[in-house]
């Protein structure tokens, strides 16, 4: 009997994390560049808890583990925005961010120019180029991002030559899947995986790339989860019941 609430309970443990991986991708739909997570789990066989004790038919218990999460790297669609600020990227690739942990790495493109003249992200992470951050004067104009990561600028109110302000950095990894996220669109590698060029990656200005998150496939898949939780709860419950119901029998004295 105490084998099926362990594999009840196994079940209930994976489920909750499904749960709350799920829940955050829900929470994330309007994230620009925000990758979604899914949960990964396999068959664990015990060498020890048997599902019999009696018999040939001995049989070795199978409980649920929670092996890891894993990261859909797909794009997301583009919305087109006017900023002329704004970048998406084309291909795999990321930015490159400087924050107060180091380099971080994103493919959230919404970008602004802070006090400092930085090109910077939503919370203030400069955006990295070739030489460093990309720095603009106070009075360039007519900014332009080139598919290349080229930023060019009129600079002066009178001019019309162009002055270039830098290049933006593109980096890829071998293996993203190794990337650890670092707040909701960021991301840093473990020790031993470094970025790499991007030559075959590009820059769209004007447009950002969303969550590729699928609202309605997230919603779906939650509530299938919740139920499969709540059947193994009631299942759970019914063997309770039923080992009380034992246990009660067997300390019966006989009249």
Same mark, same amino acid.
């Given at each position: 009997?105490?084998?099926?609430?362990? =594999?009840?309970?196994?079940?209930?443990?994976?489920?909750?994390?499904?749960?709350?991986?799920?829940? +955050?991708?829900? *929470?994330?739909?309007?994230?620009?560049?925000?990758?979604?997570?899914?949960?990964?789990?396999?068959?664990? =066989?015990?060498?020890?808890?048997?599902?019999?004790?009696?018999?040939?038919?001995?049989?070795?218990?199978?409980?649920?583990?929670?092996?890891? +999460?894993?990261?859909?790297?797909?794009?997301?669609p583009?919305?087109?925005?006017?900023?002329?600020?704004?970048?998406?990227?084309?291909?795999?690739?990321?930015?490159?961010?400087?924050?107060?942990?180091?380099?971080?790495?994103?493919?959230?493109?919404?970008?602004?120019?802070?006090?400092?003249?930085?090109?910077?992200?939503?919370?203030?992470?400069? %955006?990295?180029?070739?030489?460093?951050?990309?720095?603009f004067?106070?009075?360039?104009?007519?900014?332009?991002?080139?598919?290349?990561?080229?930023?060019?600028?009129?600079?002066?109110?009178?001019?019309?030559?162009?002055?270039?302000?830098?290049?933006?950095?593109? %980096?890829?990894?071998?293996?993203?899947?190794?990337?650890?996220?670092?707040?909701?669109?960021?991301?840093?590698?473990?020790?031993?995986?470094?970025?790499e060029?991007?030559?075959?990656?590009?820059?769209?200005?004007?447009?950002?790339?969303?969550? +590729?998150? +699928?609202?309605? %496939?997230?919603?779906?898949?939650?509530?299938? %989860? *919740?139920?499969?939780?709540?059947?193994?709860?009631?299942?759970?419950?019914?063997?309770?019941?039923?080992?009380?119901?034992?246990?009660?029998?067997?300390?019966?004295?006989?009249?």
């Open positions: 009997m105490a084998n099926a609430a362990l =594999v009840g309970l196994s079940s209930q443990i994976v489920l909750r994390r499904e749960l709350s991986t799920l829940a +955050n991708n829900i *929470a994330n739909l309007n994230t620009t560049g925000y990758k979604k997570d899914s949960t990964v789990f396999h068959q664990y =066989v015990s060498d020890v808890a048997r599902e019999t004790h009696f018999g040939s038919a001995d049989q070795r218990v199978r409980f649920v583990h929670d092996r890891a +999460n894993w990261r859909d790297f797909s794009p997301g583009l919305q087109r925005t006017g900023n002329p600020l704004d970048v998406a990227i084309d291909g795999d690739a990321f930015l490159v961010v400087q924050t107060e942990r180091g380099e971080r790495y994103t493919r959230n493109g919404a970008l602004q120019i802070d006090a400092q003249g930085r090109l910077v992200t939503h919370d203030g992470a400069p %955006v990295m180029g070739d030489n460093g951050p990309i720095l004067q106070p009075l360039d104009r007519s900014i332009a991002i080139a598919e290349d990561g080229r930023v060019t600028v009129i600079e002066g109110a009178n001019s019309t030559v162009e002055s270039q302000r830098g290049r933006i950095r593109l %980096v890829a990894f071998e293996q993203p899947q190794q990337l650890l996220k670092d707040g909701a669109s960021t991301f840093h590698p473990p020790e031993g995986l470094a970025p060029e991007a030559p075959n990656a590009r820059l769209v200005q004007g447009a950002v790339e969303q969550s +590729n998150v +699928n609202g309605i %496939v997230e919603m779906t898949r939650m509530i299938d %989860v *919740a139920r499969a939780y709540g059947r193994i709860g009631k299942l759970l419950q019914q063997h309770g019941e039923l080992r009380r119901s034992a246990i009660e029998k067997l300390a019966e004295v006989p009249a």
